[in-house]
């Protein structure tokens, strides 16, 4: 559930083992409670996994996974781990807003290992005012303290659950 309404993702784990895996964990621990929609471009990705704890997100700093095989496009609708280079995926998603196979597949780090099933809209109307504009270093410092001040209408999770 979000601010602006409910989303469901399916998830595959024979897509993106790992990846799948780490979600649910991150699912199953409540993680995602409070965590901001921080990266929203429309047509490209709403990026979210910075939680609002600078405490938990230094416990996470060290959990990165190695990556999975792309199996599946990074297609709209699609969900995957970010990365800032190989084998650095931990906490921060996106969910691709467009049909970003060209921009990502061919980086071979973003393996998506689900699909938004209902409430793609909801992902849609998630407020992209602020674009790319909140520094993610300074929100994993910072929490959602750096959020909250100088980003306030930004959309968060308010649970995320498995069924």
């Given at each position: 559930m979000t601010t602006k309404g409910p989303f469901v993702v399916q998830v595959k784990r024979s897509l993106a083992p790992?990846?799948?895996?780490?979600?649910?964990?991150?699912?199953?621990?409540?993680?995602?409670?409070?965590?901001?929609?921080?990266?929203?471009?429309p047509n490209f990705v709403a990026q979210f996994g910075i939680h609002g704890d600078p405490a938990v997100n230094a416990?996470?700093?060290?959990?990165?996974?190695?990556?999975?095989?792309?199996r599946s496009s990074?297609?709209?609708?699609?969900?995957?781990?970010?990365?800032?280079?190989?084998?650095?995926?931990?906490?921060?998603?996106?969910?691709?807003?467009?049909?970003?196979?060209r921009k990502l597949d061919g980086q071979k780090r973003f393996s998506p290992f689900g699909t938004v099933v209902e409430g793609m809209v909801v992902v849609r109307a998630l407020n992209a005012e602020y674009g790319e504009e909140p520094n993610p270093a300074k929100a994993v410092r910072q929490g959602n303290r750096y959020l909250t001040r100088w980003f306030p209408a930004l959309d968060y999770i308010k649970s995320a659950t498995v069924e």
């Open positions: 790992r990846g799948a895996d780490r979600f649910y964990e991150l699912v199953r621990i409540g993680y995602f409670t409070d965590v901001r929609f921080f990266r929203l471009v416990m996470w700093d060290t959990a990165a996974m190695p990556d999975d095989p792309i990074n297609a709209d609708g699609t969900i995957a781990f970010a990365a800032s280079g190989a084998n650095t995926r931990a906490t921060q998603l996106f969910i691709n807003t467009g049909n970003n196979a």
